[in-house]
């Protein structure tokens, strides 16, 4: 399986490739991508630069155009995929129809993921995207039991790249709006979800209140860690119950089933982090690099290592497992 | 010509119930939508979650007739969200054996639908006349636009496409997620493959509050919802004019019939927005009205017409 690993920064993504990287993701630094934060991505030169150096280590780039082109605005869209083409992007992950019809015309050789984005959660959903924009690689949305991508392998002529570690969306990638809906900006024409600039924090006595737009997400007593705003990971009241109505601040972490993954048939495995540092990504890329190639005796050492590399350091399988339905 | 030089009064279309109602209700929901709603266009079916269909089911056939009988043109809904190998097979399903149009509203659908005329669903991510090009040239006949389209984007795709027909998400709590994990059922300490049908106990959702008690969301099983309800009544004129021809309203657990007829009157210009909005309040009261999305803002905002300042 290739290791699939995220940059946010040019530094980043010289670590993951020194770290073991099969393939570095990343994005353009605007609304093309779906990780737009300030300070994040690649200009034009930079990614230039990022391929050269990923190339002469025979490590693959993949960007990621994985947002909806806004009506009256593709020619960002189209101008962002005619670039990645032309440095010489070893794949291109998209999301939007509309822009996959563009790239297929255009650059009928270039190499064509399906984003997570564009949520292909079954066979005749990929089927849809390797008949019609000839796909080659599909990203899963976190929808699916390793027996369901076990299912879902043998009826497809596509390869299978899923998440393995980091960030965890609850909502099915590209079909939530939830952000959107609190803030205007919006996760698939914006390519930003719970941005900060609409995160707020106050101390209301001895609690402190993380707000995003005019909503509370969290509350947390003295003592208790704060976490970031993300929507679905807030604390709510429904009825009389008052909890983490969607999800706990959790990350995903199923390198306990890489064997299971493995016989699944997937191809690759993609580590969630465009936003996170480049210490993080050399970190966590190395352990991983190590935890695929290790024996069952190492690997546990390696898996734990990981753990304590988790945001809030809680790890959860998500709907890798079917309890966490 | 373009339609948008030439605009028609557009049709109003009546979405799938979106909440699981027990099957007499939901039979007698659209009995009386047959017998007393200005609709000319009906789209049954479950899109939410495949483990609710056994509710409605039983009476399928007996709607179907009915709304047509009054007239109306019926559509069936697919699945939003299909990852089960049962799920998969409840849409090839549907599209195998049905003898009426389908509203796609996932991959799959678009997938055996090709070649064939259909219907895309709202929730299908359509944010581009590129997008519905493609769509249209793989049979799309009409397409709902995705709620949180802004009125420029739904202009220029419209535009861009004048032999397609275009729906617009006018009235109803908005759909703004879904997810394989059942948040309704973890509500009430279960899980979904052992949920019995809690979310029954909801029919118009269930509400998230912010630990400071505002209002939020809206549970509705693997669905989350808004809570302000969507209420297109201001734009409709603008929405006519860009060349929308049919304007969705999505069913809340209110007398829809007479939320059909008053979107009817402002239609024809014999209400005014104004008093339509009282009169919306009236009939579906409690929940706050929202068009943010339309105006490209907070998508929960309610954007006065006199100002196009956010109200709140």
């Given at each position: 399986m290739e290791l699939i690993c995220p940059a946010g920064t040019p530094a980043a993504f010289r670590e993951a490739v020194d770290a073991g990287a099969d393939a570095v993701y990343c994005g353009f630094r605007d609304e093309t991508n779906a990780r737009n934060f300030p300070g994040l991505n690649f200009s034009r030169d930079e990614l230039r630069t990022a391929i050269a150096y990923a190339r002469g280590r025979k490590v693959m780039t993949f960007v990621a155009i994985n947002t909806f082109m806004r009506a009256g605005q593709e020619q960002l869209w189209h101008q962002a995929v005619d670039d990645a083409v032309a440095l010489g992007a070893d794949a291109v992950i998209l999301a939007d129809f509309g822009l996959m019809a563009y790239a297929v015309e255009r650059h009928p050789q270039q190499r064509l993921h399906v984003s997570v984005q564009a949520s292909a959660s079954n066979a005749d959903a990929v089927r849809f995207l390797v008949e019609t924009f000839a796909a080659k690689r599909v990203v899963l949305p976190r929808t699916l039991t390793i027996a369901d991508i076990a299912r879902l392998a043998k009826q497809i002529d596509c390869e299978i790249e899923v998440f393995a570690f980091g960030g965890l969306c609850v909502m099915a990638e590209g079909r939530c709006s939830l952000s959107?809906?609190?803030?205007?900006?919006?996760?698939?024409?914006?390519?930003?979800?719970?941005?900060?600039?609409?995160?707020?924090?106050?101390?209301?006595?001895?609690?402190?209140?993380?707000?995003?737009?005019?909503?509370?997400?969290?509350?947390?007593?003295?003592?208790?860690?704060?976490?970031?705003?993300?929507?679905?990971?807030?604390?709510?009241?429904?009825?009389?119950?008052?909890?983490?109505?969607?999800?706990?601040?959790?990350?995903?972490?199923?390198?306990?089933?890489?064997?299971?993954?493995?016989?699944?048939?997937?191809?690759?495995l993609k580590i969630e982090g465009r936003q996170r540092g480049k210490a993080y990504v050399a970190e966590v890329v190395s352990v991983m690099r190590r935890a695929l190639t290790a024996g069952a005796a190492e690997r546990p050492a390696l898996v734990s290592r990981l753990k304590a590399l988790s945001e809030g350091q809680k790890t959860t399988t998500g709907a890798y497992e079917k309890r966490w339905r | 010509m373009t339609t948008s030089m030439n605009p028609s009064k557009p049709a109003l279309s009546l979405g799938p119930v979106y909440y699981l109602w027990d099957g007499p209700k939901w039979r007698d929901f659209y009995f009386r939508i047959a017998d007393e709603a200005p609709i000319g266009h009906v789209t049954i079916g479950e899109a939410v979650c495949s483990k609710r269909l056994h509710f409605i089911e039983p009476h399928v056939a007996e709607v179907i007739e009915r709304l047509e009988n009054a007239g109306k043109q019926v559509s069936l809904t697919s699945l939003a969200l299909v990852t089960l190998e049962r799920e998969s097979q409840l849409v090839r399903g549907l599209v195998r054996d049905s003898c009426h149009p389908i509203e796609a509203n996932d991959l799959s659908a678009l997938h055996l639908l090709a070649g064939r005329p259909h219907s895309v669903g709202p929730l299908v991510n359509v944010y581009n006349g590129a997008t519905a090009r493609l769509l249209a040239s793989r049979g799309a006949t009409s397409i709902c636009l995705p709620p949180e389209l802004p009125m420029a984007s739904v202009r220029g795709i419209v535009t861009e496409n004048p032999g397609v027909g275009f729906e617009v998400f006018a009235f109803g709590r908005v759909p703004l997620a879904i997810s394989a994990r059942c948040a309704h059922a973890?509500?009430?300490?279960?899980?979904?493959?052992?949920?019995?049908?809690?979310?029954?106990?909801?029919?118009?959702?269930?509400?998230?509050?912010?630990?400071?008690?505002?209002?939020?969301?809206?549970?509705?099983?693997?669905?989350?919802?808004?809570?302000?309800?969507?209420?297109?009544?201001?734009?409709?004129?603008?929405?006519?004019?860009?060349?929308?021809?049919?304007?969705?309203?999505?069913?809340?657990?209110?007398?829809?019939?007479?939320?059909?007829?008053?979107?009817?009157?402002?239609?024809?210009?014999?209400?005014?927005?104004?008093?339509?909005?009282?009169?919306?309040?009236?009939?579906?009261?409690?929940?706050?009205?929202?068009?943010?999305?339309?105006?490209?803002?907070?998508?929960?905002?309610?954007?006065?017409?006199e100002t196009g300042a956010e109200a709140k």
């Open positions: 959107s809906y609190a803030t205007g900006k919006s996760p698939n024409m914006n390519g930003v979800c719970s941005p900060a600039s609409h995160v707020r924090y106050r101390q209301d006595g001895r609690e402190l209140v993380s707000e995003l737009g005019d909503y509370t997400i969290n509350r947390f007593p003295a003592g208790e860690a704060a976490g970031y705003p993300t929507l679905c990971k807030g604390r709510f009241d429904i009825a009389e119950e008052r909890g983490y109505a969607f999800e706990d601040p959790v990350s995903l972490d199923v390198m306990d089933h890489i064997e299971a993954l493995r016989a699944a048939g997937v191809s690759a | 973890r509500s009430k300490g279960l899980i979904k493959d052992n949920c019995q049908f809690i979310c029954r106990e909801d029919p118009d959702g269930l509400t998230v509050e912010t630990l400071d008690r505002q209002p939020f969301l809206a549970l509705n099983g693997v669905q989350t919802m808004s809570h302000t309800c969507q209420a297109l009544i201001q734009e409709l004129p603008e929405l006519a004019a860009a060349g929308v021809s049919r304007i969705r309203l999505s069913p809340q657990d209110c007398d829809m019939a007479a939320v059909a007829l008053l979107f009817d009157d402002i239609i024809a210009g014999t209400r005014s927005p104004r008093e339509a909005q009282a009169a919306l309040a009236g009939i579906y009261p409690n929940k706050p009205f929202s068009n943010g999305f339309h105006h490209g803002q907070i998508g929960a905002a309610w954007i006065s017409a």
